[in-house]
C-alpha cells in the first residue's frame, strides 16, 4: 500500500510543472546570469551590510563580466512600540525596506523593478550597550534577510527569462 501511494504522489508531482530553479549547478543558466550582477554601491551602514551579502550570494567565486547592475536604495526605520510608566520605550521595531532595480547593461534598461523587506523586534533594556549592540545585531539579521530576497527575486527572473540565459 505505502509503495503504491509513493508512486501515486511521485507521478502527482511530476505532472505539476515543478522544476528546480538552479538546475545545472555552477555551469546552469540562472547561476551564470547571478554571476554576471554587479552590485552598485548602497549607502550607509545598512547599505554596506547588504551590499556585502548580495556580493556573497551572487559571485559564489566566479569571475564573469558584469551583463547587469543591480541598483538598490534602502529604507530603515526604527520606532518605538511599547512604553514603559515612566515614559521610556521598552519595544522597538527595526524595519528594513528595499527598493531595486536590474538594469541590461547592454541596452542600459530596467528588466525587473521590485521591492524587497523585513523587520524585527527589539527590547531596550537599561544598558545602552546591549540596546544598540541588539540594534546592530537585527540590521545584520535584517541586511542578510533583504538580500536573500533580492536575489531570490533575479534567480526567477533569470529562470523565466530565456532572453536572459
Do not use: F, H, K
Amino acid at each position: 500500500m505505502r509503495a503504491l501511494l509513493l508512486l501515486a504522489s511521485a507521478l502527482a508531482l511530476s505532472g505539476c510543472g515543478l522544476r528546480p530553479l538552479y538546475s545545472g549547478g555552477a555551469s546552469g543558466p540562472v547561476q551564470s546570469v547571478l554571476s554576471s550582477v554587479q552590485v552598485a554601491p548602497i549607502e550607509g551602514q545598512s547599505g554596506w551590510l547588504v551590499s556585502n551579502a548580495l556580493r556573497d550570494r551572487l559571485s559564489l567565486g566566479q569571475d564573469a563580466a558584469a551583463r547587469y547592475r543591480l541598483e538598490v536604495r534602502l529604507d530603515e526605520r526604527i520606532a518605538g512600540l511599547g512604553v514603559r510608566s515612566d515614559d521610556s520605550v521598552s519595544r522597538e521595531r527595526l524595519t528594513l525596506r528595499a527598493r531595486y532595480q536590474l538594469v541590461d547593461l547592454t541596452n542600459g534598461t530596467v528588466v525587473l523593478d521590485a521591492t524587497a523587506g523585513s523587520d524585527a523586534g527589539i527590547d531596550v533594556v537599561g544598558s545602552e550597550y546591549a540596546t544598540i549592540a541588539a540594534e546592530r545585531t537585527a540590521l545584520e539579521r535584517l541586511s542578510g534577510i533583504v538580500a536573500d530576497q533580492i536575489v531570490a527575486r533575479v534567480a526567477r527572473y533569470a529562470n523565466a527569462t530565456p532572453a536572459a540565459q
